[in-house]
């Protein structure tokens, strides 16, 4: 079920075709998009339509669509959780989320992926997340760290931006340990 989730300062809803030029805005940065796996660099505007136009083609299917983390009413960042074969490292719905630069070290990834959890708990999709960050992103693995993610492993992952593999660190959230972190 898709739905907006809010949190105290953060509405999270559904990409709407509308937040291409913001994404382009936010994402054409190389300090955000360098620690990822998928998007080319450089990150052209139709890359970013591209992207909302598949996040948003599915909308009515909570693991297939695309979140914006909105501050009043601005994009500041994304957030979704899919489901993947193409990697076998993940054997359950994988939580992915970024931010725009501007936006870092205020706590809004904590706080937006803490309410985004408990509405993908809620809403069933699985018992068990997976995640997990380039092992050079220290800020991305202790926000899964506070949300009560485990490291599970380390696996080589090729990140498109940087054109080659890179050391990854594979995380794992029960749904048991998100509710203990939440207490």
């Not at 509405?11 to 994402?27: G, I, M, Q, Y």
């Not at 959890?117 to 997340?129: E, M, S, T």
């Amino acid at each position: 079920m898709v739905d907006v989730v809010r949190t105290q300062r953060l509405v999270l809803r559904p990409l709407a075709a509308s937040d291409a030029d913001r994404v382009h805005t936010l994402f054409n940065n190389w300090n955000v998009i360098r620690r990822l796996s998928s998007p080319p660099w450089p990150y052209t505007f139709e890359d970013a339509r591209s992207f909302v136009g598949h996040k948003t083609k599915n909308a009515r299917n909570l693991t297939k669509t695309g979140y914006a983390i909105t501050r009043d009413g601005v994009l500041i960042g994304g957030t979704d959780i899919r489901v993947s074969d193409s990697e076998p490292h993940h054997r359950s719905p994988i939580l992915g989320f970024w931010l725009g630069e501007d936006y870092w070290g205020q706590g809004y990834m904590s706080e937006s992926a803490r309410g985004f959890l408990a509405h993908v708990f809620n809403a069933g999709v699985g018992d068990v997340i997976c995640s997990g960050a380039s092992a050079d992103n220290a800020a991305s693995l202790r926000v899964q760290e506070k949300l009560g993610f485990v490291r599970e492993g380390e696996t080589m992952m090729f990140a498109k931006p940087r054109g080659g593999e890179f050391p990854h660190i594979n995380t794992v959230l029960t749904r048991a340990s998100f509710k203990a972190t939440a207490a």
